[in-house]
């Protein structure tokens, strides 16, 4: 089995930032990830990543793949399923039964879309119910659609479907947006979108499509709303499942980190949306992956051969 210097696993702006740097420091890098991109790819419209003015999510993702491999950086197309200790170095485990020997990993990978879980979701899910605005957006022409969700993603949801949608209903539990005062302002302009705060759904309904949402506001008041898409954008979850037992994680289950992205596992680090470092943005996590990287050449330095 050949050695590598370090795995990297996830394939977002951390994943990517982290191999182009430990590239660059010659290590032995091998990238683990089922897509590159991310994040990015479910993101319509970029607009606060320096020196990329294109904003397609889809379009960042395809220059992250071309310098990956300007700089011929091993991609695996897999998922990390498991990492063990192997000595003072680690193995990583994937999805299909493949092992990779590496003396270090830098973790970026483990976060999916959290669900509203309640009845319907399920049933209709890829058929009505939806993760992607950006996959999706198009089957929501002249349609009535939903938005679940008060950040960044939920309203730039809204502003693209409000191009496609009759009739766009944003729906917060909270009585509150998290997203930035600039995207709240450009929805509001959008005269299809309806805000709907401090309401909770309930159920989705149908029988072979989606047709409606059971609400329920603060008092307790449930109404049957008419719909034919729901796009969930209530934020993520961190999954480390690979990493159990060897890092110390928050009550999130993100992975603890220090300035140097050192995790409680002398020789594994960790960056990104996976970590309990504030701020989840493409930028910032880019990055964390590029401090990773450095951070374990100068461990491998100090470690020796």
Same mark, same amino acid.
């Given at each position: 089995?050949?050695?590598?210097? !370090? #795995?990297?696993? &996830? @394939? %977002?702006? /951390?994943?990517?930032?982290? $191999?182009?740097?430990?590239? *660059?420091?010659?290590?032995?890098?091998?990238?683990?990830?089922?897509?590159?991109?991310?994040?990015?790819?479910?993101?319509?419209?970029?607009?606060?990543?320096?020196?990329?003015?294109?904003?397609?999510?889809?379009?960042?993702?395809?220059?992250?793949?071309?310098?990956?491999?300007?700089?011929?950086?091993?991609?695996?197309?897999?998922?990390?399923?498991?990492?063990?200790?192997?000595?003072?170095?680690?193995?990583?485990?994937?999805?299909?039964?493949?092992?990779?020997?590496?003396?270090?990993?830098?973790?970026?990978?483990?976060?999916?879309?959290?669900?509203?879980?309640?009845?319907?979701?399920?049933?209709?899910?890829?058929?009505?119910?939806?993760?992607?605005?950006?996959?999706?957006?198009?089957?929501?022409?002249?349609?009535? !659609? #939903?938005?679940? &969700? @008060? %950040?960044? /993603?939920?309203?730039?949801? $809204?502003?693209?479907?409000? *191009?496609?949608?009759?009739?766009?209903?944003?729906?917060?539990?909270?009585?509150?947006?998290?997203?930035?005062?600039?995207?709240?302002?450009?929805?509001?302009?959008?005269?299809?979108?309806?805000?709907?705060?401090?309401?909770?759904?309930?159920?989705?309904?149908?029988?072979?499509?989606?047709?409606s949402m059971l609400i329920e506001d603060s008092e307790g008041r449930r109404i049957e709303i008419p719909v034919?898409?729901?796009?969930?954008?209530?934020?993520?979850?961190?999954?480390?499942?690979?990493?159990?037992?060897?890092?110390?994680?928050?009550?999130?289950?993100?992975?603890?980190?220090?300035?140097?992205?050192?995790?409680?596992?002398?020789g594994i680090f960790a960056a990104g949306e996976i970590t309990d470092l504030p701020y989840g943005q493409a930028?910032?996590?880019?990055?964390q992956g590029a401090v990773a990287a450095l951070a374990v050449f100068d461990y491998l330095s100090k470690k020796?051969?």
């Open positions: 089995m050949e050695t590598y210097d !370090v #795995a990297i696993i &996830g @394939g %977002g702006p /951390a994943g990517v930032s982290a $191999a182009i740097y430990a590239k *660059r420091k010659l290590l032995r890098t091998v990238l683990i990830s089922r897509e590159i991109g991310g994040q990015v790819l479910l993101t319509n419209n970029i607009e606060n990543y320096p020196g990329f003015v294109e904003r397609s999510g889809m379009r960042l993702a395809e220059y992250f793949e071309e310098q990956l491999k300007e700089l011929s950086v091993e991609i695996v197309e897999d998922a990390a399923k498991e990492i063990r200790r192997e000595g003072g170095s680690f193995i990583v485990v994937c999805g299909e039964g493949r092992e990779f020997l590496c003396r270090s990993v830098i973790a970026t990978g483990g976060s999916s879309h959290k669900r509203l879980n309640v009845p319907g979701e399920d049933e209709f899910f890829g058929r009505g119910v939806y993760v992607c605005a950006t996959c999706d957006a198009p089957l929501a022409k002249d349609k009535i !659609v #939903a938005v679940v &969700g @008060g %950040g960044n /993603a939920a309203f730039q949801s $809204a502003d693209l479907l409000a *191009r496609y949608a009759s009739k766009v209903y944003l729906i917060h539990r909270r009585n509150e947006f998290r997203a930035d005062g600039i995207l709240v302002e450009r929805v509001k302009a959008h005269k299809n979108v309806e805000m709907m705060t401090g309401i909770v759904v309930r159920e989705i309904r149908g029988k072979d499509r989606v047709e034919q898409k729901v796009f969930v954008e209530i934020g993520r979850e961190v999954k480390l499942d690979y990493m159990k037992g060897l890092v110390q994680t928050n009550q999130y289950g993100q992975a603890i980190v220090d300035r140097l992205q050192r995790t409680s596992c002398e930028i910032i996590s880019a990055g020796g051969p």
